[in-house]
C-alpha cells in the first residue's frame, strides 16, 4: 500500500534533499537507493527514463519494504494518466511530471497520492494549483534560476515549491535556493557525480547525500 499525500509531503519537509536517478541495471538501481539511505536520505524519486523503468521501480518498491524503514520511493518524468496508474499499481508514493496535465492530477489524487508537477510559468504554476497541487517542480531549475522564485512566491502563498536541475550539491547553491524560499530540491546528475579518489561502491554518495542534509538543516 503506498503512503498517502500528506505523509510523503512531511517526509519531503524534513528530507527535502531528492535524488533523481535512473539506471537500466537494477542491481546499480538498488546499490543507489542503500547508499542514499545510508545517508539519511528518506525520499527518492526514480525516473521513467528507459525500458527497464517499470520493472526496476518494481524491484526498488520490494527492496525498500524489506530493507528500509520510512523510505518514500515516487517515479518521475510522468507525462500521462496511464503510465501514471502503471506506476501506482507498482506501488508508487508520488508521482512527480515535467509538465502540468490536469488528467494525471485526476488520476493521482484519486488514489490519495502525492502528484508533483512540472512548471515554467506563472500560469502553469496557477493551473496546478486549481488541479490540486500542494508542491510545484520548478523545471528546467536551471533556465528558471532562483530569482525567478523570488519573483512569483508571493503570488502562490499556499504553494510549496521544489527545483530540479541546475541544482549543485554544494553549500552555495543549496544556501541560494533555500534562502529563495523552496520547501526541497530535487539533484539528478550533479549528485552521482563520482569523485576522482573514490573506490569501488557508493560510500561517497552516503557521505555526500548526509553531508548535504547537514547544509540544509544549518
Not at 496508474?85 to 512527480?96: L, M, N, P, Q, R
Not at 502540468?100 to 502528484?115: E, F, P, S, Y
Not at 557525480?193 to 553531508?211: Q, V
Given at each position: 500500500m503506498a503512503t498517502d499525500k500528506n505523509?510523503?509531503?512531511?517526509?519531503?519537509?524534513?528530507?527535502?534533499v531528492i535524488p533523481v536517478f535512473f539506471n537500466a541495471d537494477p542491481e546499480v538501481c538498488k546499490a543507489v537507493l542503500a547508499a542514499c539511505y545510508e545517508g539519511g536520505m528518506r525520499v527518492f524519486e526514480f525516473t521513467n527514463r528507459?525500458?527497464?523503468?517499470?520493472?526496476?521501480?518494481?524491484?526498488?518498491?520490494?527492496?525498500?519494504?524489506?530493507?528500509?524503514?520510512?523510505?518514500?520511493?515516487?517515479?518521475?518524468?510522468?507525462?500521462?494518466?496511464?503510465?501514471?496508474?502503471?506506476?501506482?499499481?507498482?506501488?508508487?508514493?508520488?508521482?512527480?511530471?515535467?509538465?502540468?496535465?490536469?488528467?494525471?492530477?485526476?488520476?493521482?489524487?484519486?488514489?490519495?497520492?502525492?502528484?508533483?508537477?512540472?512548471?515554467?510559468?506563472?500560469?502553469?504554476?496557477?493551473?496546478?494549483e486549481k488541479a490540486g497541487a500542494s508542491l510545484v517542480k520548478l523545471f528546467p531549475g536551471n533556465v528558471l534560476g532562483s530569482g525567478f522564485l523570488k519573483a512569483i512566491k508571493e503570488l502562490f502563498p499556499k504553494l510549496l515549491f521544489m527545483p530540479t536541475g541546475g541544482v549543485a550539491p554544494t553549500k552555495e547553491s543549496l544556501d541560494e535556493w533555500f534562502s529563495a524560499g523552496v520547501t526541497a530540491t530535487g539533484?539528478?546528475?550533479?549528485?552521482?557525480?563520482?569523485?576522482?579518489?573514490?573506490?569501488?561502491?557508493?560510500?561517497?554518495?552516503?557521505?555526500?547525500?548526509?553531508?548535504?542534509?547537514?547544509?540544509?538543516?544549518?
Open positions: 505523509q510523503v509531503l512531511d517526509t519531503i519537509k524534513t528530507s527535502p528507459g525500458e527497464q523503468a517499470l520493472a526496476n521501480f518494481k524491484v526498488l518498491v520490494e527492496t525498500a519494504k524489506a530493507q528500509y524503514p520510512g523510505m518514500k520511493l515516487g517515479i518521475g518524468t510522468i507525462k500521462d494518466s496511464e503510465t501514471a496508474t502503471k506506476f501506482i499499481e507498482a506501488g508508487a508514493d508520488f508521482i512527480v511530471s515535467p509538465i502540468m496535465n490536469a488528467d494525471i492530477a485526476k488520476t493521482v489524487h484519486a488514489q490519495g497520492l502525492l502528484w508533483i508537477p512540472g512548471c515554467m510559468t506563472p500560469t502553469e504554476i496557477d493551473q496546478a539533484l539528478g546528475s550533479k549528485l552521482f557525480e563520482k569523485p576522482a579518489d573514490a573506490g569501488d561502491g557508493y560510500e561517497w554518495l552516503s557521505k555526500r547525500a548526509a553531508n548535504m542534509l547537514e547544509m540544509v538543516k544549518k
